[in-house]
Every structure is written in structure tokens, then in C-alpha cells.
């Protein structure tokens, strides 16, 4: 248990949230080349009322006067914004390190070599299969080896320790063993992510989310590898299996962690975009700090907790209830059980949901390329070919960005 100077256990701390975030996700643009079907904020269009250069650069200054540590980028994909070097050389040239996700598409071996010059960057190359079968089926046909590439550019460029990041469902939790050797493979370092009922992720989440055996598997497989493998505090409802994983293990919401849209909404979570988690605005008087400080929303999350129907539970303590964003987009009270709860309790208000998901709460917009619902499940093939070769032509190559 980590504790600071004064004996005060640090995730008391910040439970009660801090004057700034620890760090804080930005999307900066919904416009995507790809149109994954679990994307978390339904990204493809650009939305046109996006932050322009000189907005988002504003809210750098923010960050750099609050002192936040790092922000972490993402979209949509974030380099399709053509001013995209320019902000993150703005950011880390004022003191604000930059992680962002990106599918690959533009790491090229230029854009690699100068992202390896810059000590204060950090990529992230977003990956949902070992193999192209299982990654292609979700991100769309050729994406895997958009994301070899990518990797293979950065470790050429003498990049170390770049992040393969994977959302984890019941099609890839049999490969962890393979992602792991992918990513050492290339001197990068493996990032596990849960999947969450957010964005598209609605739609397919009772299809793709791991079984309850399979929950289990990726729990002991995280205490085996925890030293070598980042969650971002992902999985902290499995520790009620027994064992406390590595991290803060709680609920960062306005905490120590928020969202900023590129419309520049501020939500609680990045993974809870909707209306109920909408916290300001950061074109707003007061900008991102008045939002961050002054937020009734955010100080609720900071207040006292009372652990609802979870409350007796033996291992609340280190499950905290699980994810806010998981409970509200399955129709949960925020108050009871996490949907994966180890003990079963979530399976059993999942059940008792109606079939048509009458009441469940939808995310609030849908920048999609497609105008309707994706309409039956994920198909993975079953069979197994060896990868493109690495000269194959790009195969997102002359995709129009609308």
C-alpha cells in the first residue's frame, strides 16, 4: 500500500481529488481513417466545431500553469489534425509530456525519427489482435499491418519503449502470451485496456467482452506479468479475485483524471461521454481550470462515497464497485456492482435487463462514418495465415480523411 510522508494512504488522497489532474485524456480530433467497432467515442467525422490552433494551444498553457504532469492524446486519430506536430511541440516545449494513440497510419520513417528525438513523447500504437484475423475483424482489413509498420518504423528510428496498447475482449485474451512477444519483439512495452459499453463499444459489448473464465485468466496472467505490463488501472474490479494488481486501483473520474473533447467538453471520464458526466466547457470563462476546480459535477466524485449496494461486500476495499462508465452504459446503478464483478453479483442485473435495452443510457453522439447501427456480431475468422510482408503497399494508402 503506497503512502506519502504524512502516513496518508495516497489513494485517500486522491479519492478526496487534487488541485490538477495527475493526467488527462484529450481527444483532439473525431475524425479517423478507421471505424473500429468498439471505438469508445464513435469517431470517423470530423465534428467542425473542433478546438482550432490557437484554443487548443491556450489549453496547453492551462495544463503547464497547473502543472499536469502529461496529457495523453487521442481521437479519432489524432494525426490526421494537420496541426498536429505543432501542438504537441507546443506542449512539450512548455514542460507538458505528450502520450498519444495513434492506429499507425501516419508513422512513417520520417515522422518516426522525429518523434524518437523528442524525450517528452510517448506513442502508443493501438493493436486488437496478435494476428491480423482476429486484429482486422474489429479495426478493418489491413489495420494490423498499418500497426507492424508503425512499430517497426519507431523501433528503427531508435525509439525504446513505446507502448503496444491492446483492448482486451474474449477474441484476444488467448493471444496475451503472443502480444507480449509482438511487443518485445519491437523494444516496446505491452499496455492492456479494458473493454468498455462506451461509443460503438455499446453495441458490441456483450459479444466481445471476455468470459468469466477468461476474466480469471487475464487476472493471473497480470499478476505473473504486472511488472512488465501496464493496465492504466483498467482491471482494478478483478482484484477481488484476491490480489490487489499494480496501480491506484480506484475510480480516477474528476479525480485525478478527465476528459476533454475536441469540441473542448470536459467529462468526468474518457470513457463515459454523456451528458451526465459533462462538466463545462473549456472555452468557457475560467477556461480548464475553473472547470477542473470548480465543477459541482467533480466535486461530488470527490465527495464521500458511500459504496451502495457493493458496501458489504468482502472485497470492496480493493474493487472500489468497479468502473463508473461500465455500470452507466449497461443501464447499472452507479451505486451497485461492476457488470464483470468477479462474484457474479453483475451477471445477475445484466440478466434482468430487457431485451431491447429499454432505459440503458446511449452516448451522446456518433461521429461515425456509417449513419446506422452496425447490425449482427464480430466475426473472427478461425483460420490462420502468416502476416503481409512488411513491403506490401500501405493499404490505407489515398484514404480521403472527410
Not at 500500500?1 to 495527475?22: H, K, Q, S, W
Not at 494513440?101 to 501516419?106: K, Y
Not at 493501438?126 to 518504423?153: C, K
Not at 435495452?357 to 446511449?362: A, F, N, Q, W
Request: hydrophobic share 40%; glycine share 10%; net charge negative.
Amino acid at each position: 500500500m503506497t503512502v506519502d510522508t504524512n502516513g496518508t494512504r495516497l489513494t485517500d488522497l486522491f479519492e478526496r481529488g487534487l488541485d490538477a489532474p495527475i493526467c488527462l485524456t484529450w481527444e483532439l480530433t473525431y475524425a479517423c481513417n478507421l471505424a473500429c467497432a468498439h471505438c469508445l467515442s464513435s469517431s470517423g467525422r470530423r465534428d467542425p466545431r473542433e478546438l482550432s490552433t490557437a484554443e487548443a494551444k491556450a489549453v496547453i498553457d492551462e495544463l503547464e500553469a497547473m502543472q499536469v504532469f502529461y496529457v495523453n492524446i487521442g481521437g479519432g486519430e489524432p494525426t490526421v489534425r494537420a496541426d498536429f506536430f505543432e501542438l504537441l511541440d507546443h506542449a512539450t516545449a512548455h514542460h507538458v509530456g505528450v502520450k498519444f494513440s495513434t492506429n499507425g497510419v501516419r508513422i512513417t520513417p520520417e515522422v518516426a525519427r522525429r518523434l524518437a528525438a523528442n524525450d517528452y513523447v510517448d506513442v502508443q500504437i493501438s493493436l486488437d489482435g496478435a494476428t491480423a484475423e482476429v486484429n482486422d475483424a474489429l479495426r478493418g482489413p489491413g489495420s494490423y499491418d498499418t500497426a507492424v509498420r508503425a512499430m517497426r518504423n519507431l523501433a528503427d528510428a531508435g525509439m525504446t519503449n513505446f507502448k503496444l496498447s491492446v483492448v482486451c475482449t474474449r477474441h484476444n485474451i488467448p493471444q496475451l502470451a503472443a502480444f507480449k512477444a509482438l511487443a518485445d519483439t519491437y523494444g516496446a512495452q505491452l499496455r492492456l485496456t479494458r473493454l468498455r459499453p462506451s461509443g460503438r463499444g455499446a453495441d458490441v459489448w456483450d459479444e466481445l467482452r471476455p468470459t468469466r473464465e477468461q476474466q480469471r485468466e487475464l487476472y493471473d496472467w497480470l499478476v505473473a506479468h504486472g511488472d512488465s505490463v501496464l493496465t492504466g488501472d483498467s482491471f482494478f474490479h478483478l482484484s477481488a479475485y484476491g490480489r490487489a494488481l499494480p496501480g491506484l486501483n480506484l475510480c480516477g473520474a474528476g479525480r485525478v483524471v478527465c476528459l476533454i473533447d475536441p469540441v473542448g467538453d470536459v467529462y468526468a471520464c474518457p470513457f463515459a461521454i454523456h451528458e451526465e458526466f459533462l462538466a463545462g466547457n473549456v472555452r468557457r470563462p475560467g477556461g480548464f481550470a475553473g472547470v477542473w476546480r470548480e465543477s459541482e459535477l467533480f466535486r461530488r466524485l470527490r465527495g464521500p462515497q458511500s459504496g451502495g449496494a457493493c458496501a458489504s461486500c468482502a472485497f470492496y476495499d480493493t474493487c472500489k464497485g468497479g468502473c463508473m462508465a461500465a455500470k452507466f452504459f449497461t443501464g447499472l446503478p452507479l451505486d451497485g456492482p461492476d457488470p464483470e464483478c468477479v462474484q457474479g453479483h453483475g451477471e445477475e442485473l445484466l440478466a434482468g435487463r430487457p431485451e431491447d435495452r429499454t432505459g440503458v443510457p446511449r452516448p451522446s453522439a456518433d461521429h461515425s462514418h456509417r449513419t446506422a447501427p452496425r447490425v449482427g456480431p464480430v466475426l473472427v475468422p478461425l483460420t490462420r495465415r502468416p502476416p503481409v510482408s512488411a513491403c506490401a503497399e500501405d493499404p490505407l494508402a489515398g484514404l480521403r480523411i472527410h
